[in-house]
């Protein structure tokens, strides 16, 4: 294996689209990276469920925001706001919408990205 392997976001090994949002991945060694750019009015309720065909989001996601808002709403009903700076970790089983006019952009490290938004792939 390599010392040190780099791969640039802005070129991507796949990308998925779907509605107010899309998704940009690659691959380095085993772990697969995702960027996601989320526009105002992004729900995951309205815009991923349809493709993942289940009720809540079952991964779990673990990143960092870039810029923009989000708020993720667990099973319990619980809410909590993602910004610019915050790292996070989101348990499966919840939904999350984009809060203001700034497209939320976040960066995924989680295994969750090589089926999320996957038709089929219960993301």
Not at 1 to 26: A, Y
Not at 30 to 48: H, K, L, Q
């Amino acid at each position: 294996m390599e010392t040190v392997q780099v791969r640039n976001l802005d070129q991507p090994d796949e990308t998925r689209s779907f509605p107010n949002g899309v998704v940009e991945m690659v691959t380095i060694a085993d772990t697969m990276i995702g960027r996601a750019r989320f526009e105002p009015g992004w729900r995951w309720s309205n815009d991923v469920k349809p493709i993942a065909k289940t009720e809540r989001c079952m991964f779990l996601h673990e990143g960092y925001c870039v810029s923009g808002s989000a708020i993720v709403q667990a099973d319990d009903g619980s809410e909590t706001r993602i910004g610019p700076g915050d790292g996070y970790v989101i348990q499966p089983g919840h939904d999350a919408w984009v809060v203001g006019d700034e497209p939320w952009v976040t960066v995924d490290f989680s295994q969750a990205m090589a089926d999320y938004a996957k038709p089929g792939g219960a993301a």
